[in-house]
Structures are given as structure tokens and as C-alpha cells.
């Protein structure tokens, strides 16, 4: 970028910064230090530079402020800005409160929607992008915008991602470009860290492929017109078509990832007093209902435990479950503190490491909050690397 460019660039950004901030501060650019780029042009660049800036001055964007010595071949001292929205024309691009203004008139249909759409905007205003995403994304965020609140009108059930694509936008990989979009939607906060695509879409319903919901442990899943017997080791039923279940354990534990699962179903053995729920990684809003429908016939005192991954989605998963089943006693930690599960303890940010131990407290399991803190950097631990135990042989954390 040469230097008439570049400093029409800079006008303009400072420019933006100071509409934002109400300031009413001239804006300029001065030349006249000896160390500015503009006396290391050559004759022929200053020469061009000047008719560059006149044009500039000519569109009303800025002023021109020449030296009082030098006759015709006077040098420039310096340039102020005069009118942003000049200045953007002459540059041929929008400002940002036109370009926000205009992601306001994209995303509008869904503004009064439960979408932090009325946030990314308010962002986008302070001159922030939200991932590294302008206003500019607008048209994205409105397919996205689209896509979670037809999800939230279907009844709960899993879809196939690229299927559920072709319906709504005639392109089987369209919603997949849509990952970063649909994750900032449906975080916490559009600020919030990335999250892995099969979580983000799990969440809203969407799978690579369907997922089964297995269980293992003894009774019978009740379903629409007929009662699935659990055999062993496992069962699997759409999640879908779960409408209650028959038993009487002592205890259930739901399982983030299947080789645990396997393993767990595999020790369950022939024991009755257990129930071992396989989540499918993020649950699914299909799934959260089967499950809040099993533990609402689960007796009183059956305890309800969750083991994951030790690691920020292994918590936010926890937390998802728990939210399915808010009535109920409250979903207690298995072998999810660092220091006493046993298993190989790996490296994670301080910030993961934050967002884990605020997690924990939020599901209420302070002694994993406090395991967490203790283990530091070292919190993290994949749950198969953690040996298998299960409810009712020993306390675990």
C-alpha cells in the first residue's frame, strides 16, 4: 500500500474511532517530522502523492496543509479530515455505521428472536468483531439466524445435518460453513470460546448421522405402543421414541464418550442396581427429553451421576444434562475431579481452566471446583484414560 493510501486508510480508521467516541478532536496526519515516510519519497512519488491528496481534498474528505516555504514545489505538512463519509465514498467503501446499519436491515427478521442479534450489532457499532467476523458476515449470520429458530419450531428430535441443509438452503454443506456463525448464536456469550463443530450442532438437533440412545443396566425403556427390554450389554432406540422406562436402580450414570460407554456396559455386567446412559458427546435436545423422561421414573432415591471428559466441554456437557432435568434431586459428579480420578492429567489454558472450575460451581460440585483450582494448567484429563468404576462399589469424585 503506498503512502497516499495508507494514510487515507489511517484517516479514516481514526476517523471511525472518533465517531464511536464522540470525540470532536481534529483528526490529522502531520508530515512535517524529517523521520516521516514522506521524505524518503522520491520526487516523482511526492509529486503523485500531492495529486492524490488534492483528488481527496477535490471530494470534500479532507484539507490540505501546505508549507508556508517552497514556492510550487512546497511540501505537504499535513492532512486533516474533513468528512468521514466523504472520505469512505472517495475510498469506495462503506463506514462501518453504514455497514452496521445495513447488517441491522439483514438480520431484522430476527432481532426480536431469543438470538443476541441486538449484541453482535452493539459490537459490531464499537468497532469489535466478534471471531474475527464484521459486519460484513450480516448475510451469514442470517442463514444461521435462520436455521436455529426452524430447528427450535421442530419437535425435538434429531436431524441429519446435510439433509436438514439441502431443505433450507439447497446446499448439502451450506450449514457447515455456518459453524462459526451458529456457535456464536447459541454460546453463552458471543464472546465466548470456539466450541467443537459436533457440539455446536448436537446442541440445535444436527447430526452427521443418526444417533442411537444407548442404555445398559436392567428394565425396560418404554416406547410408543410397546416396552424394549435392556439386554446386554446395551440397547439402543431413537431418542425420539422414548417416552419413559420401567425399573427400579439405585443409581444412573450418563457417559460422554462411547468406548467408555462400552467399557462401562461391559462391567455393569449382570448387576441391577445401575442404569449407564450413553450421551452421543453434546446431547442433543432429542435427547435431553428422553432422559429427563427416564429420570422422571426413576424412584426417589435413585442418585444421578454424570462422567465426562474432564476439559471445558466435558463441563459445559454436565451442565446441559443438568438443565434437562432441573425438577429433579440434581446430577451429582463421577470421577470428575482431576486430582482423585486417577487418570492421565493433560495440559489446558488458564482460561479453560477458569471456565472449568466456574462450571463446576455453577452445577454445584465445589469439591471439583476446588480439584480443579488445585490441579491448575494440569485440570485437563480425557475420560478414557481414567479407569472404570462405577456407582456403588466406592466413592469417586
Not at 42 to 69: C, I, N, P, Q
Not at 106 to 113: K, T
Not at 125 to 141: C, E
Request: hydrophobic share 45%.
Amino acid at each position: 500500500m503506498d503512502l497516499s493510501q495508507a494514510t487515507l486508510e489511517q484517516l479514516l480508521a481514526r476517523g471511525e474511532r472518533a465517531l464511536h467516541a464522540a470525540s470532536t478532536r481534529t483528526i490529522r496526519i502531520s508530515f512535517k517530522d524529517t523521520q516521516s515516510p514522506y521524505w524518503a519519497l522520491t520526487l516523482d512519488d511526492r509529486v503523485l502523492l500531492h495529486e492524490r491528496m488534492r483528488a481527496a481534498e477535490t471530494a470534500g474528505a479532507v484539507r490540505l496543509e501546505w508549507s508556508k516555504l517552497g514556492g510550487d514545489e512546497r511540501p505537504l505538512d499535513g492532512v486533516v479530515l474533513v468528512s468521514l463519509r466523504h472520505l469512505a465514498a472517495h475510498l469506495g467503501r462503506p463506514t462501518v455505521a453504514d455497514q452496521v446499519d445495513t447488517a441491522e436491515r439483514v438480520l431484522a427478521p430476527w432481532a426480536a428472536s431469543e438470538l443476541p442479534i441486538p449484541t453482535l450489532l452493539a459490537t459490531w457499532r464499537a468497532l469489535r468483531t466478534v471471531r474475527g467476523m464484521g459486519p460484513d458476515a450480516a448475510p451469514d449470520f442470517a442463514d444461521a439466524a435462520r436455521l436455529v429458530c426452524h430447528l427450535r419450531g421442530q419437535p425435538a428430535e434429531d436431524r441429519v445435518l446435510r439433509q436438514v441443509s439441502v431443505e433450507l438452503f439447497a446446499h448439502s454443506k451450506r450449514i457447515e460453513a455456518l459453524q462459526r456463525h451458529v456457535d456464536v448464536l447459541t454460546a453463552e456469550d458471543v464472546q465466548a470460546p470456539a466450541r467443537h463443530a459436533e457440539e455446536v450442532f448436537a446442541r440445535i438437533g444436527l447430526r452427521k448421522e443418526p444417533q442411537p440412545f444407548l442404555v445398559s443396566g436392567h428394565g425396560k425403556i418404554l416406547l410408543p405402543g410397546e416396552a424394549c427390554r435392556i439386554v446386554r450389554p446395551y440397547v439402543g432406540v431413537s431418542p425420539s421414541a422414548v417416552i419413559g422406562y420401567a425399573g427400579a436402580p439405585a443409581w444412573i450414570l450418563t457417559i460422554e464418550n462411547l468406548t467408555t460407554f462400552h467399557v462401562a456396559a461391559m462391567a455393569l455386567g449382570a448387576r441391577t442396581d445401575g442404569l449407564i446412559l450413553y450421551t452421543g458427546g453434546m446431547p442433543s435436545p432429542a435427547w435431553c427429553r428422553a432422559y429427563a423422561r427416564i429420570r422422571a421414573a426413576l424412584p426417589p432415591r435413585a442418585t444421578a451421576y454424570h462422567w465426562g471428559d474432564i476439559d471445558e466441554g466435558g463441563f459445559r456437557i454436565a451442565l446441559v444434562i443438568q438443565q434437562a432435568d432441573p425438577a429433579t434431586a440434581g446430577l451429582h459428579p463421577w470421577l470428575m475431579d482431576p486430582i482423585a480420578c486417577g487418570g492421565r492429567r493433560i495440559e489446558v489454558s488458564p482460561a479453560a481452566c477458569a471456565a472449568m472450575s466456574r462450571n463446576a460451581l455453577r452445577l454445584g460440585w465445589n469439591a471439583v471446583a476446588n480439584g480443579i483450582r488445585a490441579a491448575g494448567t494440569r485440570a485437563g484429563c480425557e475420560q478414557e484414560s481414567i479407569p472404570v468404576r462405577l456407582p456403588g462399589l466406592g466413592p469417586a469424585g
